[in-house]
């Protein structure tokens, strides 16, 4: 299952949203991810003084990609490479296409960032999934307000588990799919409709080595020696 945050929440861990449960747990590769996630989002210098999404560092070197309504002309994520987007809730399923492995685990790691200022309500955030060529589902995370009032960072990660088997399983050509999720608005704030920017990642994790097995002893045999002469 995913895994979703919001950062600089007191008492996050463990919270609920949506109706699902949102776990932390810093454990192998995705504890990892989330962990770079968390860092990304810190202020820097990389940040640009009239950015309207404030004090977010996009790591150097983030390249700007936009995300398309179709798989086919979906733009490629490189591993270990950051990338910078963009969605609002008019543009509905945005695509991005990522090769994974198969054999070992794979993240996609999304970053939602709401403009300066933005006031959110229950349900502003995004919804990411992982779907194989033809569509497929395999993994999915929510990450939305929950409860905060102002702008922050909400974070959702989707991984690629191994398994020997599964429409998800073999290497190959998947896609990350981003959405904007909207909330019902109270009589003070509306549901956010600006376009928030997106910080993408992928990390791989190859296949773990394995030995290879031990030859078997000789058998033992009954067959007496034949006598001599």
């Avoid at 990389?46 to 390249?63: H, K, S």
């Avoid at 950051?82 to 296409?97: N, W």
């Avoid at 999934?129 to 102002?150: K, V, Y």
Wanted: charged fraction near 20%; include cysteine.
């Amino acid at each position: 299952m995913g895994r979703a945050w919001g950062r600089g929440l007191p008492g996050d861990r463990g919270r609920r949203m949506r109706g699902r449960r949102v776990r932390t747990a810093w454990r192998g590769g995705a504890g990892a991810v989330l962990g770079l996630s968390l860092v990304l989002a810190g202020t820097g210098p990389v940040a640009a003084a009239q950015d309207p999404f404030g004090d977010y560092a996009f790591a150097p070197g983030t390249r700007t990609v936009r995300g398309v309504a179709s798989s086919a002309e979906a733009p490629v994520l490189d591993g270990g490479t950051s990338y910078r987007s963009s969605v609002r809730p008019a543009d509905g399923a945005l695509y991005y296409r990522v090769e994974l492995p198969g054999g070992g685990e794979s993240y996609a790691s999304v970053v939602a960032v709401p403009p300066a200022g933005t006031r959110l309500t229950y349900g502003d955030g995004v919804r990411v999934t992982l779907r194989n060529p033809a569509g497929g589902f395999c993994d999915s995370a929510d990450a939305n307000a929950a409860g905060m009032l102002w702008a922050r960072p909400l974070g959702a990660v989707v991984e690629q588990a191994p398994r020997p088997t599964g429409q998800c399983a073999a290497p190959g050509t998947y896609y990350v799919v981003v959405e904007r999720t909207t909330g019902h608005g109270t009589d003070e704030v509306a549901p956010s409709l600006d376009a928030w920017a997106l910080d993408l990642r992928l990390f791989t994790e190859p296949a773990p080595r394995t030995a290879p097995p031990a030859s078997a002893p000789p058998r033992a045999t009954s067959t007496p020696p034949a006598p001599p002469g």
